[in-house]
């Protein structure tokens, strides 16, 4: 099974800023950035979020589910489902047992972790993150929401990178190993 993390970040590696909100980076828009997301998501099989990420959604007032394949929340909470007919699945316990889930949801397509770092970091402590792909954006925001806050080394291993409209650069990377320090 393949887990991906697929985030945009600032140029130093914030993701929300102090303020948990994303204006800076929906002001970049995201018709340059289409053709690469559609791609990328025709690859997904099932989808992995915190609760911060599934309440920022909720709030957006949505009328359909942006994602047309299962979607895991984790949470030890009581979350309302975001609206009818979507595949949403609430989980809490051992990320080990989260990821086994996934890959019983994701078939022979990937796991994608949305939004958080938290959520992130916890697959690559376990040892099950595959690949990390940031999208960096022209913009420094000198603080918020890191990017992916681990607790111990991480190594990656770059595989593409691609220069983007607007100044963004998509960095894919190998999740080679990790030690705790």
Known sequence: ???????????DGFIADSDNRIDWLLRFGTADFDDGYQR?????????????TYEFLLSESMSEWPYSVPTVVLTRRDLPIAVSGADIRFLSGEIEAVAA???ALSGDRAVWVVGGGDVAAQ???A?????VIVTMMPVV?????????VTELLELELVSSVPLPQGAVELTYAVTGSRDT
Do not use: D, K
């Open 123 to 125: 697959f690559a402590s």
């Open 101 to 103: 889930e996934l890959g």
């Open 141 to 149: 925001l000198g603080s918020g929401i890191r990017v992916l806050p």
């Open 1 to 11: 099974m393949t887990i991906q993390y697929y985030v945009a970040s600032s140029l």
């Open 40 to 52: 990328f998501l025709a690859g997904i099989g099932a989808i992995v979020m915190g609760s911060r």
């Open 127 to 131: 040892g099950l993150l595959s690949t």
